[in-house]
């Protein structure tokens, strides 16, 4: 499996956009651009992954699966609140999720 940064970045060079020019399209909460130097730290691994915020725009603007982002990210998804399930739902999750990671690798 790819890391954040190895999935945003090949993304990005998917799309023949510069660091800059993605850089430009991501906000923080107050509209303010992320910038380029923050993005290159991104793809080389060498910050943390953001939080769910920011990872959904990456996934808007590179055309990458959010699911994908969050998993490499380590994070959950936004719409899935603590609340939102039973401790019994969120084990079978976790189960089902597991399962299923096994039976592909065969």
Do not use: C, W
Not at 37 to 58: A, C, S, V
Not at 59 to 84: K, N, Q, T, W
């Amino acid at each position: 499996m790819k890391t954040f940064g190895e999935l945003i970045a090949e993304g990005r060079k998917r799309l023949k956009l510069t660091q800059r020019e993605v850089a430009a399209r991501i906000k923080v909460e107050d509209g303010r651009p992320i910038s380029a130097p923050y993005l290159n730290d991104l793809e080389h691994n060498l910050r943390k992954p953001p939080r769910g915020h920011l990872i959904e725009q990456f996934a808007r603007h590179l055309d990458i699966e959010a699911d994908l982002l969050y998993f490499a990210a380590g994070r959950v998804p936004r719409d899935i609140h603590p609340g939102s399930a039973s401790e019994d739902q969120v084990m079978a999750a976790y189960r089902a999720f597991r399962k299923e990671l096994k039976s592909r690798k065969h």
